[in-house]
């Protein structure tokens, strides 16, 4: 059964960059039958998924529309592991981060980033 | 973008009596290939990540205990938690896999009257 674990600060500036990373037990990140998530919640926004990534013949990226181009999901296949990183990041970014696995999601333990100066 | 919404938004319920929460889509979620539905349903305690419950509509996670059941079909789906148990008392979210972006449900909290 697949293990997700999250690393990564909980606290950045206004303006920064959020950078979050999922570390992977019990799959791999290049496997052609999974694919791996970034999902959001907040007191305003609900649950919000962000964007996902997955191998099939190669990689593909789906994010959602409403993030522009601040997004961007990488996998390491070195450290079967995939993060995230959200670019000039406002306090409306404020939330808890999850990574998941699948479509019907096995969720990470969630990270609280406070976007604050 | 499949909107997804819940209702109740919370409900209270007897020890050992049914609780019923319903998700309807904005589309359908049907898989056509498979013949199955791409819902899930998770239950979320506070501090907690959401856990997966019911996938495709209808079929039990591993380890998820028979008390919880889904149904539906089309646009309309069912939580059913048959007999409330103290540690069901949590947030209950559906979700759509049919399409990105993925999509969630408002949330029904369940509380015991």
């Known amino acids: 059964q697949v293990q997700l674990r999250q690393s990564g600060p909980g606290l950045v500036k206004p303006s920064q960059t959020l950078s979050l990373t999922c570390a992977i037990s019990?799959?791999?990140?290049?496997?052609?039958?999974?694919?791996w998530n970034w999902i959001r919640q907040s007191p305003s926004r609900g649950l919000e998924w962000l964007g996902r990534?997955?191998?099939?013949?190669?990689?593909?990226?789906d994010y959602a529309g409403s993030l522009g181009s601040r997004i961007k999901i990488s996998a390491d296949t070195s450290k079967n592991q995939f993060s995230l990183q959200l670019n000039s990041v406002t306090p409306d970014d404020t939330a808890v981060y999850y990574c998941a696995s699948g479509w019907a999601l096995t969720w990470g333990q969630g990270t609280l980033v406070t976007v604050s100066s | 973008e499949i909107v997804m919404t819940q209702s109740p938004d919370s409900l209270a319920v007897s020890l050992g009596e049914r609780a019923t929460i319903n998700c309807k889509s904005s589309?359908?979620?049907?898989?056509?290939?498979?013949?199955?539905?791409?819902l899930a349903w998770y239950q979320q305690k506070p501090g907690q990540p959401p856990k997966l419950l019911i996938t495709r509509a209808s079929s039990r996670y591993s380890g998820v205990p028979d008390r919880f059941s889904g149904s539906g079909s089309g646009r309309d789906f069912t939580l059913t938690i048959s007999s409330l148990q103290a540690e069901d008392v949590a947030v209950y979210y559906c979700?759509?896999?049919?399409?990105?972006?993925?999509?969630f449900g408002g949330g029904t909290k369940v509380e015991i009257k």
């Open positions: 019990g799959d791999s990140v290049s496997s052609d039958t999974a694919a």
């Open positions: 990534t997955y191998y099939r013949s190669g990689w593909s990226y």
């Open positions: 979700q759509q896999y049919y399409a990105v972006p993925l999509t």
């Open positions: 589309h359908g979620i049907l898989f056509t290939s498979e013949n199955r539905e791409s």
